[in-house]
């Protein structure tokens, strides 16, 4: 049933690191806005929500719903489901855990499987026309060389249960949304990065930005700069990072455009720059002469000394994909968000550069470096993998 207002967009995960960045787009063009939030122990959703996108819930311009994905029924009430089916007419479904290996698969596969098929399931029969759900490019798996954005399952083998379960994911949510005449629009990023909240979300940011630090603490202390540090890597490969700001610009053009009705879209910069390209950005910036990347994969790293062991573990959530050679073909994107006046984004020296000063200037420094005699400077642990 239709009612007299314009049609809201539901976004999910609003509280997360892209989620947050789609809604603030939303409600900056004016577009009513439904918000579904888990509560905390001593945090409401509602609040979370203000919090989160600095405007506070009105019931119009922005509402906010408690709910969790993981739960049977969401945690919605009755009347929760016929607001939301007269109200909702396009969702853009951004939420879901980023730990690679979760420590207990079932609530990991319902708030990635099942709760998104009971929320369009329930939305069904109602105002709902478009579901655009964002999932990852690297369903891709293991594979190497160029990934057509058509391609979903093709036998590859994955690296983890968070690409496996992405996979899944999109599948169900395909055939839920063919069952019920809903028009499923998938979003494949590659790695996002950019300014991380403090409580949700963003760890590829989180590790790049304390890599950052690192370096740029490295490079400030007496001799630093010319201490050699190795890190296992594969040098010519595709840096395949993207902007969660042209993520989010992106994911809200694609999510109603005509043209985009049951697309696949890998949401990427078009002509990455290969991993050694970008080093040289950082160490070039930051005055570091001894850092150099080595391909792993025909030299492994030997007889590491204790900054590269430090090195290596933080970097150790992503070195499968360091050592991976993939690149994402985005034709189908680009064909769309260039008529939308969406510009592509790309990995310049400049956006480097705003990376480096994002991450020396909204985050503390990494507490614990210190000079160590002939040991060099060591780093303390890793940043945390779940969001």
Known sequence: MRSGCPG??????????????????LLAVGRPVVVLARGRADTSARSRVAEALG?????????????????PGLGLG?????????????????????????????????????????????????????????????????RSGTVLEREGDVGQSFRNPYERVKMLSEEAIRLEGAAVGVDVRILRPSIVVGAVPETAGGHPS??????????AALARMPGGAEVPLRIAAAPRAAFNL?????????????????????????????????????LAMITARLGLRGLTLVDARR?????????????????????????GDVRFQD?????ILDRCGVPGPSVSRDAVHRLIR???????????????????PRPVRALPEKR
Not at 59 to 66: D, H, I, V, Y
Request: overall charge positive.
């Open 8 to 25: 809201a967009v539901l976004v999910t995960g609003a509280t997360g690191f892209i989620g947050r960045v789609v809604a603030r787009r």
């Open 55 to 71: 405007l506070a819930p009105d019931g119009g311009r922005l509402q906010a719903m408690e709910a969790d994905l993981t739960h």
């Open 78 to 142: 009755k009347g929760d489901w016929r607001l939301l089916r007269n109200r909702v007419e396009t969702v853009i479904h951004c939420a879901g855990e980023t730990v690679f290996f979760p420590g207990a698969m079932e609530p990991f596969v319902a708030g990635h499987v099942g709760g998104p098929q009971a929320l369009l399931r329930g939305l069904a029969g109602g105002r709902l026309r478009r579901w655009a759900h964002l999932s990852t490019a690297y369903v891709c798996g293991k």
């Open 206 to 215: 989180q590790c790049l930005f304390a890599f950052i630090r690192l370096a």
């Open 242 to 278: 993207v902007p969660v700001e042209y993520v989010a610009a992106a994911a809200v053009a694609l999510a109603g455009h005509p043209d985009g009705a049951g697309g696949t879209f890998h949401l990427v910069v078009s002509d990455p720059p290969t991993q050694q390209e970008v």
């Open 299 to 323: 030299a492994p790293l030997t007889d590491p000394s204790p900054l590269e062991r430090a090195v290596a573990r933080l970097l150790a959530g992503y070195r499968e994909y360091l050592e």
């Open 331 to 335: 034709t189908n994107a680009r064909r």
């Open 358 to 376: 994002l991450a020396l200037g909204t985050s503390p420094a990494l507490p614990g470096l210190r000079l160590a005699g002939q040991g060099g």
